[in-house]
């Protein structure tokens, strides 16, 4: 399984932007699909986005569609969700997450995960 450290997290205002990273530690990362996750308190842990190992396809939560983007570049074995526009909806702690599969698309099911990082929170004020 691949070690996985999200960053990047802060506290904004509503309307602002972020940048988290999500970094593979002593393994790469290029062949596995990534996924962004959050969890607000109270609440179960959610699909936001996910990108194919090699880049080519992406997939969004709703009501993250347009205002976040997901990337990645394989030779710095980083992945990154740039979130526009942030809504106190979206106050939450932030994980990055794959499902061990190669060559795959990345989990949107939670339940796919087998291990979770520290996460990093991101928290919009109004």
């Known amino acids: 399984q691949v070690q996985l450290i999200e960053s990047g997290g802060g506290l904004v205002q509503a309307g602002a932007s972020l940048r988290l990273s999500c970094a593979a530690l002593g393994r790469s990362l290029s062949h596995y699909g990534v996924g962004w996750f959050r969890q607000a308190p109270g609440q179960e842990r959610e699909f936001v986005a996910r990108?194919?190992?090699?880049?080519?396809?992406?997939d969004y939560l709703d009501s993250v569609k347009g205002r976040f983007t997901i990337s990645r570049d394989n030779a710095k074995n980083t992945v990154w969700l740039q979130m526009n526009n942030l809504e106190p909806e979206d106050t939450a702690l932030y994980y990055c997450?794959?499902?061990?599969?190669?060559?795959?698309?990345?989990?949107?099911?939670?339940?796919?995960?087998?291990?979770w990082g520290q996460g990093t929170q991101v928290t919009v004020s109004s």
């Open positions: 997450a794959t499902d061990g599969s190669i060559y795959s698309l990345g989990p949107r099911d939670p339940q796919r995960v087998r291990s």
């Open positions: 990108i194919r190992w090699n880049g080519d396809l992406t």
